[in-house]
């Protein structure tokens, strides 16, 4: 019984390496398909990603929430102090 068991792993080895190397090929095919699709949908003119939320009007309430406005800079959604 010890004996087949070995065979058969021994046997399996080889054909995870196969499956292995079709999963990564796989893989690189939807990578390539995905890429080509999201760059067609630019040329249309269609942007992905979630919709932004913070309009100009949600920003000046925000900043008028601030003691002291002056005192931070807005740099890609971060607040910074800035010496003012």
């Not at 019984?1 to 068991?5: D, H, T």
């Not at 925000?62 to 807005?74: E, G, I, M, N, V």
């Given at each position: 019984?010890?004996?087949?068991?070995t065979y058969f792993e021994a046997?399996?080895?080889?054909?995870?390496?196969?499956?292995?190397?079709?999963?990564?090929?796989?893989?690189?095919?939807?990578?390539?398909?995905?890429?080509?699709?999201?760059?067609?949908?630019?040329?249309?003119?269609?942007?992905?990603?979630?919709?932004?939320?913070?309009?100009?009007e949600v920003i000046k309430a925000?900043?008028?929430?601030?003691?002291?406005?002056?005192?931070?800079?807005?740099s890609y959604g971060q607040r910074?102090?800035?010496?003012?």
């Open positions: 019984m010890r004996g087949s068991r046997a399996a080895r080889p054909r995870r390496g196969q499956f292995a190397a079709l999963a990564e090929f796989i893989r690189e095919l939807i990578v390539i398909g995905t890429n080509e699709g999201l760059a067609a949908a630019r040329a249309r003119g269609r942007v992905g990603g979630r919709p932004s939320v913070a309009t100009e925000a900043r008028d929430l601030l003691p002291d406005p002056a005192l931070f800079s807005y910074t102090c800035s010496a003012a």
